[in-house]
């Protein structure tokens, strides 16, 4: 890999990223990245994996797992801007237990955590993503990963996933108490790796992590999983990929 | 009414609010509030009229409201913390567009603005409401509102509501583009006020709401409408009730 090779990228989307993938523009002329940064929950690790056990927490409804998923996001920004800590596994315990309240469930912090815990930290890695990896490793990328989980859950989940190896480094915003997309857990991370915004490159599924770290210089490739879209407002990501060996197809 | 009236309550809630109402206990004595501010969406105005509506943009799927607010509300703390304002309707329209897609269903921004905006602000109050409100204001208490929705949507929402009336003044966060529940939201209408934290109580159906409000300092009842439970790792309120009669009973 040539380092700092100017990669000229066009192209335009904002919504309707399942139909059309591939590089989109942010500026004409952008400069490949130092470090990649990869969000993990859905990025990398496949959570439709806890369908069953969710579905299974709340009577049967397994289509609530999305509605959990954006009760849990939500809290942990609820979290951040009352100045409230808590751990995203706690968050994810208790707004599953909002979730099936809301659905008229009785649900325990016990059953709960039980439908929720282990499966989180068990959850498979996407199809590609090792190969993406071991190729973008093989290109010379420094990677490394930054998650709203816990520093001992992301670690469970990467030994329970085989992801160990890829990365450089692994940061979980528990270290500062602030949760994604606000705007300083991503100045904080590029502080630790000692590189400007515009050295690394975030890389997630999800359109509010993308727009967080566009938001602070970052460059970022979003990854279309099935049902992840864009969020329309937001400033429009450098990348749009279907997968991890489509970024290493771009970043070689 | 008696001004300044010490008031015992007691009880203990976090979750079960559908089993359970009435005063719970913060601290052990609680002074009556000069001020109460009142929530609108879910909280005066019903969302579940909107049912139909979202339903049928997203293809026939009423069951995806939850979701599509959920959405909303995350995308609203996600403006937040990325410093990145956009209109709560706007993010509404933006949110259910993304719930569509997410879900496969095909939607234009017109179509998802005709199937939110106009509902939005012709959302019923609940059938409390104006009662409960009218006896609020002849105890003598000061009312007014603080809402996500822009000054402009308040404004119709309560027209169309009947609700202009009952109301002392109307705070929206559009003003300082902080959504709630940042404790800057509440710290900003405290001062807008000239009020103590502890001499306004903040009245919501949202345990986010009513979690920041007491973060900030104001004393806070959550009205637990039908499919709205408490956070479980958040402080308690120092009311629940079923409804804004309820809290008239409990501040006459």
């Known amino acids: 890999m040539v380092r700092g090779k100017l990669k000229k990228v066009a192209g335009s989307l904002v919504l309707g ?7 989109v523009m942010a500026g004409d002329v952008v400069e490949k990245p130092k470090v990649l940064i990869f969000d993990v929950n859905e990025t990398l690790l496949d959570l439709a994996s806890m369908r069953s056990s969710v579905g299974e927490a709340l009577g049967g409804r397994e289509d609530l797992l999305p509605l959990w998923f954006s009760t849990m996001l939500h809290y942990s920004l609820v979290s951040t801007v009352t100045r409230d800590y808590h751990d995203f596994g706690q968050i994810g315990v208790a707004s599953l237990r909002v979730v099936a309240q809301n659905n008229g469930v009785e649900l325990t912090d016990e059953q709960a955590k039980k439908a929720i815990i282990t499966p989180l930290l068990t959850l498979p890695p996407h199809p590609d993503v090792k190969e993406g990896l071991a190729r973008l490793k093989a290109e010379g990328y420094k990677i490394v990963s930054l998650t709203n989980s816990s520093n001992k859950g992301v670690q469970a989940q990467f030994e329970n996933a085989g992801l160990l190896p890829y990365f450089d480094a692994r940061y979980s915003i528990e270290d500062i108490q ?24 975030m890389v997630a599924a999800h359109g509010w992590d993308v727009a967080g770290a566009k938001e602070a210089g970052l460059q970022t490739t979003f990854i279309a999983r099935p049902g992840k879209a864009l969020f329309p407002l937001s400033k429009k990501p450098d990348h749009v990929v279907k997968d991890v060996n489509e970024l290493a197809d771009i970043l070689q």
Chains 1, 2 share one sequence.
Do not use: F, N
């Open 178 to 201: 602030i949760y994604k997309p606000d705007l300083r857990s991503y100045e904080w991370v590029l502080d630790k790796l000692d590189v400007e915004p515009e050295e690394a490159m």
């Open 17 to 23: 990223v399942g139909l059309m993938s591939g590089s």
